[in-house]
């Protein structure tokens, strides 16, 4: 399940910043329309993954369960801890996907 | 706040009735219409049915709510009663049950 | 048109949530504090031990008690323990008197490592919650139907709150605390949206639940009238053998595990029933545990003979449809759900009780503006204040005085179990009274206050009441009883920061209004 909550938040959070407005929020200006096309692109291929990471360990019955939790639990942290440590939400955000090699290796 | 015509509260009482009475009867109907005709072992068809059954009630309420007034909610619950009640007629008619 | 039909689903959504959102909100406490029933129950009987036993060392030493003290009864029952319910429960049916009549039952619980008999303070523990939950403490089958139909309501502003809401995908990610009621919206609107899956899931799955009591009709239309036919058919029970009145010893039952883990090729068993055991016949039904996957498979059952260990017979495997029924039910239950899964089940229900609380205070918030001039607010709005009050920070006081009964009531008192329930309800029916005679904001500071005092001190009032306290229970590993004092110590916490930001906010209104009058006064001179 780490993985794939890894996964998660690191997709979430590149889907928020491919929004004009949040991205103002957090990174200061408006996205480029490259930037925002590869936020958005990343964010649903991060989704997939944390997907497949659920699913690949635990099969398809409880690994969608887990997906489900996954998924609402990583986007209340996120709506939850951006108005008050944007900047925590979004180093976040990168150390997920920096552990996530790691948090791979240790579940296959 | 300002004092609602004693129409308007008639015709929000009669939508809730016709939404809580009538949507009821139309998902009864229609779980009813869908075990009689599904191609399955009895018991699996009534499961079905019955699981099917709330999302007809939901679709009644949202209608008796969106439609433009209380007479077209119940008119709208009728002739759904009525289609459902003769396609499960003739599920019966014709020996599916 | 389309206008119309937003602004129809927005009423919808307004009266449906508003007339059951008090019901519904005590439904999702209650229902959510029943995801740790166990553990619950394990505070709550502090004296109960909880053991590691393997399945077929406590079938052991269930079957030898019961062939000491029960070995002349029609029938035996095992509840084998596991990782949440330590306990190791045997039931047994004396032989009726009379042949069709119901034998007496008899329930004891024992030590599964040492076989005996263990008594914990009489108490409904976690139970309380579950069944409150869908029965609301109301005769059968009242309890049931209300809260089924509670539940319909639910769906009905679950769906139109989805419709209503304009800006679903771009208000995905924006929370705005600090703005009023604008903040208190973009929460609803978090809560509600963000846990979505969980909301639909849970609501849908309980209307599956009960889809059999309130909507007969396809039974009826299908089996002619006949519903025992339709039960039989979904629930096949295993056709157990007559009694041959013949004598002959009880195989050990501890084999017959492995053999219905073959059946099953894996799982857990959860309960034996043994049917005239010293019998030629006696035969044993091992029933699956319900817990072993998400998918709950209703009456999974293998039968063997009790005496030559002999098959008799399996249930067959489950159908779609189902199966379909069956996961509503196990994602409903979380039976499946380990200690990680288990806890986002908890903030998965946490933040559907948010969701409508949440609710409420938009409700009344939004039409208090309009009377905020005038010092007497209208009947109307009085009363929805009150239920407010009432039934959120008050059914929390409640709760916690159902966990101080428990503690403070003495261990040998006749009906302690009853009264713990009383103390809920006495408790319940206390803050609404309060409510009714202090003013909106002072009853929600009260009340807040007085639940962050009860909560906080829970793992206080355990020390100085029972040696289990929490810094024996981290000593010892026992996670459910320190995980529930920590709990209710961070829920205390919780409730103080609220009741401090109300009264807070309640002191920042009262300086707007003074700032306000001298302005107008100036006018006036002028």
């Not at chain 2, 209608?63 to 433009?68: D, E, M, Q, S, T």
Request: aromatic residues 12%.
């Amino acid at each position: 399940m780490l993985l794939s909550l890894l996964l998660c938040y690191g997709a979430f959070t590149a889907l928020c910043l491919s929004m004009d407005r949040h991205h103002a929020e957090l990174l200061g200006g408006k996205p480029t329309a490259r930037r925002r096309r590869l936020l958005k692109l990343g964010g649903w291929l991060l989704l997939a993954l944390s997907l497949w990471a659920a699913v690949s360990s635990t099969g398809w019955g409880l690994g969608l369960v887990e997906w489900c939790a996954v998924l609402m639990l990583s986007a209340l942290l996120l709506v939850l801890l951006m108005p008050y440590r944007p900047r925590l939400a979004l180093s976040m955000a990168a150390l997920s996907l920096l552990v996530s090699p790691v948090a791979a290796f240790a579940q296959y | 706040m300002k004092v609602l015509p004693v129409s308007y509260r008639l015709a929000v009482t009669s939508r809730v009735l016709a939404a809580v009475l009538g949507g009821y009867i139309v998902a009864a109907l229609a779980s009813v219409s869908l075990t009689l005709w599904v191609p399955m072992a009895r018991a699996d068809a009534v499961v079905t049915g019955m699981m099917t059954s709330f999302l007809a009630y939901l679709g009644a309420v949202i209608w008796c709510f969106a439609c433009r007034s209380a007479w077209q909610a119940w008119l709208g619950l009728i002739v759904s009663s009525l289609v459902l009640a003769a396609t499960s007629g003739l599920a019966y008619w014709m020996g599916l049950s | 048109m389309k206008e119309g039909f937003r602004q129809a689903m927005a009423w919808l959504h307004t009266w449906a949530g508003l007339i059951f959102g008090w019901l519904l909100f005590s439904i999702f406490l209650t229902g959510t504090l029943a995801y740790f029933k166990d553990e619950i129950s394990h505070w709550m009987q502090p004296e109960i031990p909880a053991r590691s036993v393997t399945s077929e060392a406590s079938l052991n030493v269930a079957q030898n008690y019961l062939q000491q003290h029960a070995a002349g009864a029609s029938r035996w029952l095992i509840d084998l323990p596991d990782a949440r319910e330590p306990g190791l429960s045997v039931r047994w049916q004396q032989t009726p008197a009379k042949r069709g009549e119901r034998g007496q039952f008899t329930e004891k619980l024992l030590d599964p490592q040492t076989g005996a008999e263990v008594q914990g303070r009489a108490t409904t523990g976690g139970e309380f919650f579950y069944r409150f939950h869908f029965q609301l403490q109301m005769p059968y089958p009242w309890g049931r139907w209300l809260s089924t139909i509670a539940a319909m309501v639910m769906f009905v502003a679950l769906i139109s709150g989805i419709i209503t809401h304009k800006k679903i995908f771009k208000d995905f990610f924006t929370f705005r605390p600090r703005k009023g009621q604008r903040s208190w919206l973009d929460g609803h609107n978090a809560v509600g949206v963000l846990v979505l899956p969980f909301h639909l899931m849970i609501t849908y799955s309980s209307l599956v639940i009960f889809m059999s009591m309130v909507m007969p009709a396809s039974i009826l239309a299908a089996y002619n009238g006949d519903a025992r036919a339709f039960y039989d058919e979904v629930f096949p029970a295993s056709t157990t053998p007559e009694r041959a009145d013949q004598p002959a010893p009880l195989a050990s039952l501890a084999p017959l595990l492995e053999k219905a883990r073959e059946q099953w090729s894996g799982g857990r068993v959860g309960r034996l029933t043994v049917n005239n055991p010293g019998d030629a016949n006696a035969s044993v039904v091992l029933v699956r545990d319900g817990a072993d996957r998400v998918v709950h498979d209703f009456g999974s059952a293998v039968t063997f003979n009790g005496v030559t260990g002999q098959l008799l017979g399996t249930t067959p495997e489950q159908s779609l449809p189902r199966a379909i029924a069956g996961s509503f039910y196990g994602l409903h239950m979380g039976h499946f759900a380990g200690p990680v899964l288990r806890w986002l089940y908890f903030i998965c229900g946490l933040a559907g009780t948010a969701m409508i609380g949440t609710g409420l205070v938009i409700w009344l918030g939004k039409r208090q503006l309009k009377h905020a001039k005038s010092a007497v607010m209208p009947f109307e709005l009085r009363l929805v204040e009150v239920l407010n009050i009432a039934s959120m920070s008050g059914l929390m006081v409640a709760v916690a005085v159902f966990f101080w009964a428990n503690r403070v009531l003495p261990v040998e008192m006749a009906g302690r179990a009853d009264w713990e329930v009383n103390g809920f309800f006495i408790a319940w029916g206390l803050s609404l009274l309060h409510a009714m005679v202090r003013r909106g904001r002072a009853a929600w500071v009260e009340q807040l206050a007085l639940a962050a005092l009860l909560f906080g001190a829970v793992p206080l009032l355990n020390a100085l009441t029972t040696p289990f306290h929490l810094g024996n229970a981290l000593a010892q590993g026992d996670w459910a009883m320190a995980g529930f004092d920590l709990t209710c110590l961070g829920s205390g916490v919780f409730f103080a920061w609220a009741a401090w930001k109300m009264q807070r906010s309640g002191r920042a209104e009262i300086v707007t209004q003074v700032r306000a009058r001298p302005i107008t006064l100036e006018r006036e001179a002028n």
